[in-house]
């Protein structure tokens, strides 16, 4: 039996990005505050973040810039990493994130599900994850883009 698809507004592709972590920083306030700070004096846009906290009450801090100013990012992180006291600040390069939005995602359960499934049917591994209102985005390899986008089309109705 074929499942019916779920209507969505659209597939958003953000290519050609750098994934940076700020790991295993003590839990505190202001930790979010300095790491997009750093960045932000620099004039660096960072387009994607998400934090979560570990069992040990340490944070993870996972951000998103372009791939061109990752260098000047590290640079501008590097006393951030002290200041926080970070254990480590972690970067990989040709990460992408793929963000699949729709009006009425407030009201439709299980639409993350949906997106999460279609990236296991393109095995693809789903670095972090990021949700709004309407949008669920999901930060991947960037070699893996056209295989994701495929695949949601395979579940969602799209315009």
Do not use: Y
Request: hydrophobic share 45%.
């Amino acid at each position: 039996m074929k499942v019916p698809k779920v209507k969505a507004g659209g597939i958003i592709r953000n290519e050609r990005l750098a994934k940076i972590g700020v790991m295993s920083a003590p839990d505190q306030p202001g930790l979010a505050s300095a790491v997009l700070r750093a960045l932000g004096d620099k004039g660096i846009n960072v387009e994607f973040i998400v934090q979560c906290i570990d069992l040990t009450d340490h944070s993870h801090v996972i951000l998103c810039v372009s791939e061109d100013e990752l260098d000047a990012a590290l640079t501008a992180l590097k006393p951030v990493k002290t200041k926080v006291k970070a254990q480590a600040i972690v970067s990989q390069r040709d990460v992408a994130v793929i963000s699949v939005f729709g009006p009425d995602f407030r009201e439709r359960p299980a639409i993350a599900a949906k997106v999460f499934g279609a990236m296991a049917s393109a095995e693809t591994n789903i670095m972090a994850i990021s949700t709004s209102i309407s949008t669920v985005s999901c930060l991947i390899d960037g070699n893996r883009v056209d295989d994701v986008v495929v695949a949601l089309r395979e579940h969602f109705e799209l315009p």
